[in-house]
C-alpha cells in the first residue's frame, strides 16, 4: 500500500481540514508532516464548527488513528488547549493520537524570537501567524532543538535552559522586551501533560501499516505558494509544505507515495504580507471575503482576496505532482454575475507567461483575465455533479483541460454534507 497526501496548492486555508475530516472514514491513519500551530484547520459537522491547530483532522473519525510526524513542531501549551476542548466528545486519545518522538518543541522564547524578528523587519515583515514556527525550524536545522523525545530525560531542563539563554542572548541584542516567567509556568504544566501521551517513533507505525495494506492519508497544513523552496521567497512559511515534505516529515519513501489530491478554492486567498498577482484590492474583494468569511482560522485577521490564478496552480500541481483535483468554495461564487481567472501573467516587459517569475516580489504582475458567466442560484439542491448548473459544470470542465487533471470533489458549503464526489 502507498501513503495518500493531500495538501493545499494556494496560500493555505483551502479547506484541507474539511475534506480530510470527509475522507478519513476510508483510512486507517491520519498524519501531519510539517508546519505547527501556524495551521488552522476547520470542520463542521452536526451544526458544530472546530478548529484544529496541531491535531490531525481525522480525530472525529473512530477507528482513526490521528499521527502527528517528525516534521511537526509542536506547542505543547497549544496542543494540550486543543485536547481540552476535544473532551466532551469522548476521544480515546490512546488510541487515536501518536506523536512523534523526533518533532520539534516550540518554547515560549520561539514565540517570543518569531514576534522579535518580525518587529524588526518594520514594513517589510512577513506577518508570520506568531507561533514561534520560523526560531523553532531555524533551531531544527541549526542542531539545537529539543524534540518531544527529550522530555522524559533527565537532562531536559538543562537542554531547556541552555537553548533559552542563547535565545535571551538575542531577544536583548534587539532590546525586544519579554516576560519569560509569565509564559513558562504554563509551558512547563503542558510538558507534565505531554508525558502522558502516545509519544513514539511515527515513523515504524506508519511504514508498518503500509506493509500490511493499511491505508495513509498524509495531511498537508499552509500551502504549496507558501512552501520555504517554492513559494513566494522570503514570504512563505519555515518548512516544505509539498509533496516531498511528506517524505521527510513522516519517514514514508517517495516510491510509497501513492494518490496526492490538491486542494484549491474556486478563488485565491492570502493571510499575511507578500505578492498575490491577482488580489483584489477593491469591492470585488471585499465582497469574496464577504460571501466566503474570509477570516484567519488562527489569527481572525482578515485575508486577502483575488481572483484563481492558473499560473500558480499549473506550477504547484507540477512540483507536488498532483495526480487529483478537490475544488473547494465554489458556492462562494453563486452571489457573483461574472467571475474571472487568471490565465496568464503580463510580466513588465511585456512578456506574456503562464509561468511563474523566478521572484514574485520583484516582477510587476499584470493578470491576464478570461472572464465567465455565473451561474447565480444557490447549490443547497444539488446533490450530484449533474445537478449542477451548466455555468458551473462548464467552469469544471474548463479547469480540467488547462490544469490537465480530474477535479474529483467539488465542495459547496463548510459541512461534510456539501460535498460532491464524482
Ligand atoms: P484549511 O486551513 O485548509 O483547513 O482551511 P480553513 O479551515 O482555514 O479555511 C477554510 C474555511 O472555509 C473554513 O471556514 C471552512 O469552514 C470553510 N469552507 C470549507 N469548504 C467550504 C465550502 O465549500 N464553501 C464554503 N462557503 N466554505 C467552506
Ligand atoms: P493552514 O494550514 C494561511 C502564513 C502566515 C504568514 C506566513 C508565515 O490553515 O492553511 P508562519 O507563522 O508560518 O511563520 O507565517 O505564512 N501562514 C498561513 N496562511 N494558512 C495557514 O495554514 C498558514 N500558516 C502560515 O500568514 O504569511
Ligand atoms: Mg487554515
Redesign the pocket.
Known amino acids: 500500500m502507498k501513503a495518500d497526501v493531500i495538501l493545499g496548492l494556494q496560500w493555505?486555508?483551502e479547506g484541507?481540514?474539511k475534506i480530510v475530516d470527509c475522507l478519513a472514514p476510508d483510512y486507517e491513519i491520519i498524519a501531519r508532516f510539517q508546519g505547527g500551530p501556524n495551521?488552522?484547520?476547520?470542520l463542521e459537522f452536526e451544526g458544530n464548527k472546530h478548529i484544529l491547530h496541531q491535531i490531525p483532522s481525522g480525530i472525529f473519525r473512530p477507528h482513526t488513528k490521528n499521527l502527528v510526524g517528525n516534521g511537526v513542531v509542536l506547542d505543547p501549551v497549544i496542543f494540550k488547549n486543543e485536547l481540552d476542548k476535544l473532551s466532551p466528545f469522548g476521544i480515546n486519545l490512546k488510541k487515536s493520537l501518536f506523536v512523534s518522538k523526533k518533532a520539534q518543541l516550540i518554547l515560549p522564547s520561539h514565540r517570543l524570537l518569531d514576534a522579535c524578528y518580525e518587529k524588526s523587519k518594520g514594513d517589510n515583515k512577513i506577518g508570520s501567524t506568531l507561533k514561534g514556527i520560523g526560531p523553532t525550524y531555524q533551531d531544527k536545522i541549526a542542531r539545537l532543538g529539543i524534540r518531544v523525545g527529550d522530555i522524559i530525560s533527565a537532562d531536559f531542563e538543562k537542554k531547556y535552559r541552555d537553548l533559552v539563554d542563547q535565545h535571551e542572548k538575542i531577544l536583548k541584542s534587539y532590546g525586544f522586551e519579554y516576560d519569560l516567567p509569565e509564559v513558562e509556568k504554563p509551558f512547563f504544566e503542558a510538558i507534565n501533560f505531554f508525558k502522558t501521551l502516545n509519544l513514539v517513533d511515527t515513523e515504524y507505525l506508519v511504514n508498518n501499516s503500509l506493509k500490511v495494506n493499511k491505508k495513509v492519508l498524509a495531511e498537508g497544513?499552509q500551502g504549496s505558494l507558501l512552501d520555504i523552496d517554492f513559494g513566494s521567497y522570503p514570504f512563505v512559511t519555515s518548512s516544505n509544505t509539498t509533496t516531498p515534505g511528506v517524505c521527510t516529515g513522516l519517514g514514508v519513501a517517495p516510491s510509497r507515495i501513492g494518490k496526492v489530491y490538491g486542494i484549491f478554492k474556486a478563488y485565491c486567498t492570502r493571510v499575511g504580507s507578500g505578492p498575490f498577482p491577482t488580489e483584489l484590492e477593491d469591492a470585488t474583494g471585499d465582497k469574496l471575503r464577504e460571501e466566503g468569511h474570509e477570516f484567519?482560522?488562527?489569527t481572525g485577521r482578515p485575508r486577502r482576496c483575488g481572483w484563481l490564478d492558473l499560473p500558480a496552480l499549473k506550477y504547484a500541481i507540477m512540483i507536488n505532482g498532483v495526480t487529483d483535483l478537490i475544488m473547494m468554495k465554489v458556492d462562494v461564487l453563486n452571489a457573483f454575475d461574472t467571475f474571472s481567472v487568471c490565465t496568464h501573467y503580463e510580466l513588465s516587459d511585456g512578456t506574456i507567461t503562464d509561468q511563474m517569475p523566478y521572484d514574485l516580489c520583484e516582477e510587476e504582475i499584470k493578470p491576464v483575465l478570461k472572464h465567465f458567466k455565473g451561474w447565480n442560484q444557490s447549490l443547497e439542491s444539488c446533490e450530484d455533479f449533474d445537478s449542477f448548473p451548466k455555468a458551473l459544470i462548464d467552469y469544471v470542465h474548463y479547469l480540467e483541460t488547462e490544469l490537465e487533471a480530474p477535479i474529483r470533489i467539488i465542495s459547496a458549503g463548510p459541512d461534510r454534507r456539501q460535498t460532491i464526489f464524482r
Open positions: 493555505g486555508d484541507k481540514g495551521a488552522g484547520h476547520t497544513a484567519g482560522s488562527t
